[in-house]
C-alpha cells in the first residue's frame, strides 16, 4: 500500500520534565532541567499488529494464521467425528476449531471464507464412515477427501515452508 510505518520509538521529551518540575544538581553544583528519553514498545506491538493484518488483508498464511483449520460438521451427528479430528490436529500443534452452530453447512463455509481462514473440513456421514475429512483451502476451493494424517502431514510442511 506504499504506507510509512512507525513501529518502535524512543524519543526525547521536553514536556514531561517541565510539567512534573523535574530537575537535579550538575557538576556545575546549579539545578538543571533534564530530558526524559522514553521508549514506546507498547505501541509497537500493536502497530506491528495493525502492519500484519493489512499487509496480509487479514488473510494470514496458515503458518501465521490464529485458527489454522475450521472443522465444520455438516450436523450435530458428526461433532464427535469433529473432536476426534480437533484432538489429532492440536496433537500435532495445528490450532483448530470446531464450528458445532446448528447452522447449514453453506453457511459454516462462507462464515469461514470471510474469516479468510487458511483451512476447512468439512465432516459428513461419507467422511465418518471412510475415516476421512474433506478438505477446502482457502483460494483453492475443495481439494477432495484426505485421510487426517495424510492432510496433517502436508498441513506440517506448508508451516515449516512459512509459505505464503
Known amino acids: 500500500m506504499k504506507r510509512s510505518w512507525q513501529c518502535g520509538t524512543i524519543q526525547l521529551d521536553f514536556q514531561m520534565p517541565e510539567k ?4 537535579y544538581i550538575g557538576e556545575d553544583n546549579q539545578k538543571h532541567r533534564p530530558v526524559v528519553i522514553h521508549r514506546a514498545a507498547y505501541g509497537s506491538v500493536d502497530r506491528f499488529i495493525g502492519i500484519l493484518i493489512e499487509h496480509f488483508t487479514g488473510a494470514f498464511p496458515l503458518w501465521i494464521a490464529p485458527v489454522q ?3 465444520l460438521p455438516v450436523s450435530d451427528k458428526y461433532i464427535d467425528y469433529a ?18 452452530r446448528s447452522e447449514k453447512l453453506g453457511y459454516k463455509i462462507r462464515e469461514a471464507q470471510l474469516e479468510k481462514l487458511p483451512y476447512m473440513f468439512v465432516l459428513g456421514e461419507n467422511e465418518k464412515n471412510s475415516g476421512t475429512v474433506s478438505v477446502r483451502k482457502r483460494g483453492a476451493g475443495d481439494l477432495g477427501a484426505k485421510e487426517p494424517a495424510e492432510i496433517i502431514q502436508a498441513l506440517e510442511e506448508e508451516i515449516r515452508a512459512k509459505k505464503h
Open 20 to 23: 512534573s518540575d523535574l530537575s
Open 69 to 71: 483449520v475450521n472443522l
Open 83 to 100: 473432536l476426534q479430528v480437533k484432538q489429532m490436529l492440536e496433537g500435532k500443534g495445528i490450532r483448530t476449531e470446531v464450528d458445532d
